[in-house]
Nanobody, 118 residues
Framework: QVQLVESGGGLVQPGGSLRLSCAASGNIFSIYSMGWFRQAPGKQRELVAD???????NYAESVKGRFTSSRDNIKNMVYLQMNSLKPEDTAVYYC????????????WGQGTQVAVSS
């Protein structure tokens, strides 16, 4: 099982940017989809973005045009570039994997906290 560790969170002012990283313990080349989720206090965890092995990306409506997800299958890394951050983006962000189109998302790691505040 490939383990994932998120990093890159922090405190940023509204309108600012952050890049989150997700380091995989093994090869992600064959993993169908790598996704970024977030969970804000008192809210359900939601899928923010995902990127497939073919490079296809999908985004939640709330982040379209501001967030960009990418994966580096050589370095076994996944990234989430977040621009024009808003206070409502404040949440714990998690990286996860979906081995195939028929499988479920895997177990959850510790996540990385993102706080957007002036």
């Amino acid at each position: 099982q490939v383990q994932l560790v998120e990093s890159g969170g922090g405190l940023v002012q509204p309108g600012g940017s952050l890049r989150l990283s997700c380091a995989a313990s093994g090869n992600i080349f064959s993993i169908y989809s790598m996704g970024w989720f977030r969970q804000a206090p008192g809210k359900q965890r939601e899928l923010v973005a995902d990127v497939t092995t073919g490079g296809t990306t999908n985004y939640a409506e709330s982040v379209k045009g501001r967030f960009t997800s990418s994966r580096d299958n050589i370095k076994n890394m996944v990234y989430l570039q977040m621009n024009s951050l808003k206070p409502e983006d404040t949440a714990v962000y998690y990286c996860n994997k979906e081995y195939s189109i028929l499988s479920s998302w895997g177990s959850w790691g510790q996540g990385t906290q993102v706080a957007v505040s002036s």
